[in-house]
């Protein structure tokens, strides 16, 4: 079993729909968490971090977290073409510098 | 603030080579870490670097080595070059060890 779990898609949303990426993890002593988007050809950039069950919302997104079931999720709302990239969940597990990365999930989002 | 930088942004060796990459953080940032980044096994982590010391080593082989140096700027090295060494090299910063981490633009490292 990976360590971070993320549905590969391609993820195919209409143009203002609201996009649903998913991520599941193994380490239930992990703290931290984080959602990056990765535009082609570009670093990862930072969209969200979260650390308590619930939900944490930043403009168009929407984490939630959820511990005892080991699972994180990003929402976008009102998706745009330029959403469009792929969407990485990442897992700190011992709250060092140290990352474990899903290997992401694309979002193509048709005008 | 400046973000992170890497250099050099491309490079190209030759099987058997080795190879030095470099990473500047983010102003303030003390923990340094080093991503592997190929189609088929995505982010990997290498190291981790804080306050000169390597915290943090993910599974990768003895050829791999980094450092870090007293004004947080750090260093990785490849040695005897593999084609499957191959990939996107990424740096990132951390301020803290929550692990809110900056990425910088990579060194795509290509082996012939």
């Known amino acids: 079993q990976k360590e971070v779990e993320q549905n590969s898609g391609p993820l195919s949303v209409p143009e203002g729909a609201i996009a649903s990426l998913n991520c599941t993890y193994s380490d239930r002593g992990s703290q931290s968490f984080f959602w990056y988007r990765q535009y082609s050809g570009k670093s990862p950039e930072l969209i969200m971090s979260i650390y308590s069950n619930g939900d944490k919302e930043d403009g168009r997104f929407t984490a939630q977290l959820n511990k005892a079931s080991q699972y994180v999720s990003l929402l976008i709302r009102d998706s745009q073409p330029s959403d469009s990239a792929t969407y990485l969940c990442a897992v700190n597990p011992s709250n060092t510098g140290k990352l474990i990365f899903g290997q992401g999930t694309t979002l193509q989002v048709k005008p | 603030k400046a973000g992170v930088t890497q250099t050099p942004r491309y490079l190209i060796k030759t099987r058997g080579q080795q190879v030095t990459l470099s990473c500047s953080p983010i102003s303030g940032h003390r923990s340094v870490s080093w991503y592997q980044q190929t189609p088929g096994q995505g982010l990997q982590f290498l190291f981790e670097?804080?306050?000169?010391?390597?915290?943090n080593k993910g599974n990768f082989p003895g050829r791999f080595s980094g450092r870090q140096f007293s004004n947080s700027r750090s260093e990785m090295n490849v040695s005897t070059l593999e084609l499957g060494d191959s990939a996107l090299y990424l740096c990132a910063s951390s301020f803290d060890t929550r692990g809110i981490a900056f990425f910088g633009q990579g060194t795509r490292l290509t082996v012939v």
């Open positions: 670097y804080f306050s000169e010391t390597q915290r």
